[in-house]
């Protein structure tokens, strides 16, 4: 297939190209590299610096390609900066992909991949999450991704798209062979936070919260490796047909807390991290972990990286390798 990927010299986006490529698929990636780095992007790929505000751009790239699909990563992606800047977030996460849409039905492409998010679901009411959990996004970048999963409702209706919204989880992890990794400026994610202390790089790793209803009181998540998440993208993609809509829940099934994950890395990296404990942070919700049954279902996907000691050594591979990101 030739597929279009928006945002795929960011994390998520540069992992899931480089399983699509190594499966035989001809990729462009679309990437404007405001947060993506262009030696992410696997050499086979097709790379052209842009962006999903220009329709022009995009228009004329789908003119020249005839893509089959497209898959989409390029949302901004921090919570609290989009409680505290929302129109950013709504004009990037759901106008700009309105836009993508707009030059998909132009083109007659029907089958779309979106990176969707668990903050949809807001605080759940039981665990772990399944799908038809009611939607009730306690952020603005919650609102956006479900903002564009009911977009891709609507347009199965009116001109007969078909998607697959994936739901991720806690993404993290690095390519096994160390070949890229995760590289944010700043940081916001718990495991190359405190894979920075081990480095050097920051004193000691904050404890948002110790009296959750957890069984060490410390916030509980799911940790999905990177690798994991490009192979959803290629059984989702290969899967996808035109007018149907798809959404699924990415995770392992199993939570780990943050008291967890730093033991974790102490083990894995020799550095005792220090650990500063302090108050929760607003909206935090205890605990989140996926039930991936549908998924696993749909497509037959079993995570390859269930024990989330394995993620965080590919982690520390990529970090103690590249301390400085790609700019090593």
């Given at each position: 297939m030739k597929i279009f990927v928006v945002g795929g010299a960011g994390y998520v986006g540069s992992h899931c190209v480089r399983r699509l490529v190594a499966a035989g698929h001809e990729v462009t990636v679309y990437d404007n590299l405001c947060a993506g780095h262009r030696a992410a992007v696997d050499p086979k790929a097709t790379f052209v610096e842009g962006d999903l505000s220009d329709a022009a751009s995009l228009d004329g790239v789908f003119e020249e390609a005839r893509f089959d699909?497209?898959?989409?990563?390029?949302?901004?992606?921090?919570?609290?900066?989009?409680?505290?800047?929302?129109?950013?977030?709504?004009?990037?996460?759901?106008?700009?992909?309105?836009?993508?849409?707009?030059?998909?039905?132009?083109?007659?492409?029907?089958?779309?991949?979106?990176s969707s998010s668990c903050a949809v679901y807001g605080e759940p009411e039981k665990l772990p999450i399944v799908e038809d959990l009611p939607k009730n996004p306690i952020n603005p970048y919650g609102n956006t991704k479900l903002a564009v999963e009911w977009m891709l409702q609507h347009s199965a209706v009116a001109w007969g798209l078909g998607s697959v919204a994936l739901r991720y989880f806690n993404a993290s992890g690095a390519a096994a062979d160390g070949r890229i990794g995760e590289d944010h400026d700043p940081e916001i994610h718990l495991i190359p936070l405190v894979l920075q202390v081990a480095l050097g790089q920051r004193p000691s790793i904050k404890v948002f919260g110790t009296d959750y209803p957890t069984p060490d009181g410390t916030c509980i998540r799911d940790y999905i490796h990177v690798e994991d998440l490009g192979e959803t993208h290629r059984l989702a993609v290969e899967g996808c047909q035109p007018g149907v809509v798809e959404a699924y829940n990415v995770g392992t099934g199993n939570g780990n807390s943050v008291r967890e994950i730093i033991a974790a890395a102490r083990e894995i990296t020799g550095h005792a991290i220090p650990a500063v404990e302090t108050p929760r942070r607003p909206g935090d919700p205890a605990s989140l972990y996926a039930d991936p049954t549908k998924l696993r279902k749909r497509y037959g996907w079993e995570p390859k990286y269930r024990d989330v000691k394995k993620t965080i050594e590919t982690a520390w591979r990529w970090h103690h390798a590249h301390p400085r990101g790609y700019d090593d």
């Open positions: 699909a497209a898959m989409h990563f390029a949302a901004f992606l921090n919570v609290g900066e989009s409680v505290h800047e929302p129109l950013k977030y709504w004009h990037n996460n759901v106008a700009n992909t309105l836009n993508l849409l707009q030059c998909m039905a132009a083109h007659g492409v029907k089958r779309f991949i979106f």
